[in-house]
């Protein structure tokens, strides 16, 4: 930042007074205690107080200095608007009497962790079902309450709230995935950057971009002009977790830039292309590595840091790089403390050997056996 004006910089409020008594007449008392004195100490706080407000001031004029609703307000000046939270989504089972139904808006839930102090995540049915002949039947869920809590992983939902004659039980066979909370300072940041350095114009490839990161979830992009020929464009999505985008998300972009897929302009993407929306493809990044451990290292433990170190890395690497580099993995074993040394490391199956990301594809942690 440019060197600001003395009345905006840094200073005590003892520097302060000592000007103001600087403009005193010589002649008059000024000493710590004489009238002068007392009466200008409560001005020279106040007008330190001033300085701090007016620097305060200054940085959230400028979006890499701002933050939360200062960030907002800057941001959409130039129509980047912070992404809402989504509530995660997916399918419960319920098991009971064969022909019942179950209507929408019934609400079940994850138990509670007294031990942990975790509340219990409240889904409602967005649905009815009716049960088979099996005594099952599935039905769509939503999370009540937006954001990344929602997404949990499979066999966690056994309460109803309210019981239902005839049912017996309730959970969820899958994953419940999707949720993603309110856009964070630094993303929005990114997408605020991205917009005022590299305009997009025209149904340029930055501008599929920008229209696509404009929809909550949507964690990245990539975009394939000529996807299915003359005139058409694929674009390629991710999760804010850098996984493949789930049917929602999909929906919701292509929906917000061609809702009716023929090129007529009906949403943000000019008349004449025809856009179609994909998840990404997700690579399964399988690891095998037998290691030494230092004395008293617990293998479970070592197995946890290694699987968070390698997300991690392909997280950040995703849709960035087209090769998972075993270099990279076996530098995250490296940064164990724990780990002495490590041999036989195989990245799907390949002992020395890159693993190609294709265009539309990204890649996403798969087994993890470490053994000693």
Same mark, same amino acid.
């Given at each position: 930042?440019?060197?600001?004006?003395?009345?905006? #910089?840094?200073?005590?409020?003892?520097?302060?007074? #000592?000007?103001?008594?600087?403009?005193?007449?010589?002649?008059i008392d000024k000493s710590e205690g004489s009238f002068i004195?007392?009466?200008?100490?409560?001005? !020279?706080?106040?007008?330190?107080?001033?300085?701090?407000?007016? /620097?305060?001031?200054?940085?959230?004029?400028?979006?890499?200095?701002?933050?939360?609703?200062?960030?907002?307000?800057?941001?959409?000046?130039?129509?980047?608007? /912070?992404?809402?939270?989504?509530?995660?989504?997916?399918?419960?089972?319920?098991?009971?009497?064969?022909?019942?139904?179950?209507?929408?808006?019934?609400?079940? @839930?994850?138990?509670?962790?007294?031990?942990?102090?975790?509340?219990?995540?409240?889904?409602?049915?967005? @649905?009815?079902?009716?049960?088979?002949?099996?005594?099952?039947?599935? !039905?769509?869920?939503? !999370?009540?309450?937006?954001?990344?809590?929602?997404?949990?992983?499979?066999?966690?939902?056994?309460?109803?709230?309210?019981?239902?004659?005839?049912?017996?039980?309730?959970?969820?066979?899958?994953?419940?995935?999707?949720?993603?909370?309110?856009?964070?300072?630094?993303?929005?940041?990114? /997408?605020?950057?991205? /917009?005022?350095?590299? #305009?997009?114009?025209?149904?340029?490839?930055?501008?599929?971009?920008?229209?696509?990161?404009?929809?909550?979830?949507?964690?990245g992009v990539q975009v394939e002009p000529l996807w299915n020929g003359p005139g058409t464009v694929g674009l390629y999505?991710?999760?804010?977790?850098?996984?493949?985008?789930?049917?929602?998300?999909?929906?919701?972009?292509?929906?917000?830039?061609?809702?009716?897929?023929?090129?007529?302009?009906?949403?943000?993407?000019? !008349?004449?292309?025809?856009?179609?929306?994909?998840?990404?493809?997700?690579?399964?990044?399988?690891?095998?590595? #037998?290691?030494?451990?230092?004395?008293?290292?617990?293998?479970?433990?070592?197995?946890?840091?290694?699987?968070?170190?390698?997300?991690?890395?392909?997280?950040?690497?995703?849709?960035?790089?087209?090769?998972?580099?075993?270099?990279?993995?076996?530098?995250?074993?490296?940064?164990?403390?724990?780990?002495?040394?490590?041999?036989?490391?195989?990245?799907?199956?390949?002992?020395?050997?890159?693993?190609?990301?294709?265009?539309?594809?990204?890649?996403?942690?798969?087994?993890?056996?470490?053994?000693?």
């Amino acid at each position: 930042m440019a060197e600001l004006p003395l009345f905006l #910089q840094e200073q005590t409020e003892d520097e302060i007074m #000592q000007r103001m008594l600087e403009k005193v007449p010589s002649d008059i008392d000024k000493s710590e205690g004489s009238f002068i004195w007392d009466a200008q100490a409560p001005v !020279a706080f106040v007008l330190t107080e001033a300085a701090g407000w007016a /620097r305060q001031v200054l940085k959230n004029g400028f979006a890499g200095t701002t933050y939360g609703d200062y960030l907002t307000l800057r941001a959409a000046e130039h129509g980047v608007s /912070r992404r809402e939270a989504v509530a995660s989504t997916g399918f419960v089972k319920f098991t009971g009497t064969s022909g019942k139904t179950i209507p929408s808006g019934t609400i079940v @839930a994850t138990p509670a962790d007294e031990i942990s102090g975790e509340a219990s995540i409240e889904f409602q049915t967005t @649905a009815a079902v009716t049960l088979g002949e099996n005594g099952e039947g599935m !039905a769509p869920v939503v !999370a009540m309450v937006a954001g990344k809590d929602g997404n949990i992983p499979a066999g966690v939902i056994e309460i109803m709230s309210v019981p239902i004659s005839g049912i017996i039980s309730v959970t969820n066979p899958e994953a419940i995935t999707g949720g993603t909370d309110v856009e964070s300072d630094e993303s929005l940041l990114e /997408r605020f950057y991205a /917009r005022v350095r590299n #305009q997009g114009t025209s149904g340029n490839k930055a501008q599929y971009i920008q229209w696509a990161g404009e929809v909550s979830g949507v964690g990245g992009v990539q975009v394939e002009p000529l996807w299915n020929g003359p005139g058409t464009v694929g674009l390629y999505l991710l999760d804010m977790d850098k996984r493949a985008a789930n049917s929602d998300i999909v929906a919701a972009v292509q929906k917000y830039i061609d809702p009716t897929m023929d090129g007529q302009g009906e949403g943000v993407a000019p !008349a004449g292309p025809v856009v179609t929306v994909m998840a990404a493809e997700e690579v399964p990044i399988n690891i095998s590595v #037998q290691l030494t451990l230092a004395s008293g290292a617990s293998l479970s433990e070592v197995q946890d840091q290694f699987e968070s170190g390698v997300t991690a890395y392909l997280k950040h690497s995703a849709f960035s790089d087209s090769l998972v580099r075993v270099t990279r993995i076996a530098s995250v074993l490296l940064d164990i403390s724990s780990i002495i040394d490590y041999s036989n490391l195989t990245v799907n199956g390949l002992s020395d050997s890159n693993i190609p990301i294709n265009f539309g594809q990204v890649a996403v942690l798969g087994t993890v056996d470490v053994h000693e």
